[in-house]
């Protein structure tokens, strides 16, 4: 193991035990370094760090929440990234890979979607992720975006993935197109400050796969780029890894606010666009 000598400064316990985690398997050269979830007690209480109560919250945390520290990311070969996967149950691994920039097109049309959200339910939205899936939900926009019937078949599906070991889905839709074909819909939901993550998007593939195998995967990320203005992105996977298939942002307005010439305009449009 490489020598774990490096000198902490006033950080967090979480930047310092997930530190500590990789530097006491990263040798030079490394693409991928191994770890076990109970190396994080055992550091912990080298460290003389208070644990939270959910240890697996310092985990979720630098994959899907803040970015990981500076002495851990200086580490990537040059045009790479860390990035945390699952390897199993208990297991991670940090993997260098080329950075996927899941981030809304601000030159993108927006289309205005006459808004169905049920009073009561806008009176306590919050604009967080429940907010947005309920928003999804009510003005039926998986259905718009991606031209299948869909229906919410389960919120925050939490389930083992062979190789993987738990993961979690923010909402899976279940879908059928004209031709009688049923779909998987995978839906991972942010809100304006969270950012979107290519591993939960490969996650929810594996998933498809190992739960939903009879169906087509069309793995799904919606995120709100404003209050009431929401992009939504499809992916695929190609050669290369996971890419962005198709990108929509939709603009939630009261129905007398959607004139008639933008009725008219959204008529010309291009049917396949």
Not at 54 to 80: C, E, H, M, W
Not at 222 to 246: D, P, R
Request: charged share 25%.
């Amino acid at each position: 193991m490489a020598d774990n000598s490096f000198v902490y400064k006033n950080q967090n316990r979480y930047v310092q035990i997930i530190e500590s985690i990789f530097h006491s398997h990263f040798q030079p050269g490394m693409e991928e370094v191994d770890f076990a979830r109970e190396e994080i007690i055992d550091i912990a209480n080298s460290l003389g760090i208070l644990l939270p109560k959910n240890i697996g919250d310092i985990i979720y945390s630098f994959r899907y929440r803040t970015a990981l520290p500076d002495s851990v990311r200086a580490q990537a070969p040059a045009g790479k990234v860390w990035i945390i996967r699952p390897a199993g149950r208990g297991r991670y691994k940090f993997v260098a890979m080329v950075p996927v920039d899941i981030t809304a097109n601000p030159h993108l049309v927006e289309t205005k979607i006459p808004d169905a959200t049920p009073g009561i339910i806008e009176m306590y939205a919050s604009g967080d992720e429940q907010s947005l899936l309920a928003k999804l939900r009510y003005n039926r926009l998986l259905d718009i975006f991606t031209g299948i019937t869909c229906y919410s078949l389960q919120n925050h599906l939490r389930t083992t993935v062979p190789g993987l070991g738990q993961v979690e889905t923010d909402e899976v839709y279940i879908g059928i197109d004209r031709r009688g074909a049923h779909y998987v819909l995978p839906v991972q939901a942010k809100a304006v400050n969270e950012s979107l993550g290519i591993v939960q998007i490969e996650q929810d593939i594996r998933l498809c796969a190992a739960r939903f195998r009879a169906l087509i995967c069309r793995p799904i990320a919606a995120k709100f780029m404003e209050k009431n203005l929401i992009a939504l992105f499809a992916f695929e996977e190609t050669e290369k890894g996971i890419a962005i298939s198709h990108e929509k942002h939709y603009r939630l307005i009261p129905p007398e606010e959607l004139s008639l010439q933008e009725i008219e305009a959204y008529r010309n449009r291009p049917f396949n666009e």
